[in-house]
Nanobody, 123 residues
Framework: QVQLVESGGGLVQAGGSLRLSCAVSGLTFVTYAVGWFRRAPGKDREIVGGIQWSSGSTYYADSVKGRSTITRDNAKNTVFLQMNSLKAEDTAVYYC????????????????WGQGTQVTVSS
């Protein structure tokens, strides 16, 4: 059974930083990617970025590029999203998700999802 568990969300002031974690278990895929997504109030879920597990190559949406870093810890099967210089518009529920193959931006093509963690940025 595949499980993804996010943690690390919370309330932070604008300009601050947060590191989100996504612990992945139960995967049998040989090649897979982990994506980070967010859903802001009243908006559709959108991709923030992602990482190809085997190669470590990363993708970032323009909205977070230069402010965010995605890394992985192979030993712990955990992916991290480090976000800096947070803005009020970063307020959202953040999710991690897994798909076979490479990182893509299409939300519906991810197979497994975590429950999400709330990030609130106060201005």
């Amino acid at each position: 059974q595949v499980q993804l568990v996010e943690s690390g969300g919370g309330l932070v002031q604008a300009g601050g930083s947060l590191r989100l974690s996504c612990a992945v278990s139960g995967l049998t895929f040989v090649t897979y990617a982990v994506g980070w997504f967010r859903r802001a109030p009243g908006k559709d879920r959108e991709i923030v970025g992602g990482i190809q597990w085997s190669s470590g190559s990363t993708y970032y949406a323009d909205s977070v590029k230069g402010r965010s870093t995605i890394t992985r810890d192979n030993a712990k099967n955990t992916v991290f999203l480090q976000m800096n210089s947070l803005k009020a518009e970063d307020t959202a529920v953040y999710y991690c998700a897994v798909r076979r193959g490479s990182v893509i931006t299409r939300v519906l093509l991810y197979d497994y999802w975590g429950q999400g963690t709330q990030v609130t940025v106060s201005s």
